[in-house]
């Protein structure tokens, strides 16, 4: 039962995390080792996802996408964490 809760966890957390990559986010990691708080999208660049940025898209036409890992390793660690949680709530439940 255990190994089945952390494979759900696994997966949610992994498909949640790339449907939040379609999300603007707020929280961005910051090359000084600190969190920003976005209240807005940038001048020029837009931040996706939720609630931190790991996905950053320039405006201008021909520009790259930056990924920012940080921040994708902590959406993957608060979004499988937050699934198993509520996995492991429910299947306590049902018993």
Request: proline share 4%; charged share 5%; glycine share 14%.
């Amino acid at each position: 039962m255990k190994a089945k809760i952390l494979i759900g966890a696994v997966f949610g957390g992994i498909v949640i995390t790339f449907v939040t990559g379609w999300m603007q986010g707020f929280l961005l990691y910051t090359l000084a080792g600190g969190l920003q708080v976005l209240m807005g999208p940038l001048l020029g660049a837009t931040n996706y996802g939720l609630p931190f940025v790991w996905r950053t898209v320039i405006v201008y036409p021909g520009s790259p996408t930056n990924y920012h890992t940080i921040g994708l390793v902590a959406d993957l660690v608060m979004w499988v964490s937050i699934v198993g949680l509520v996995q492991y709530a429910v299947s306590g439940r049902k018993k």
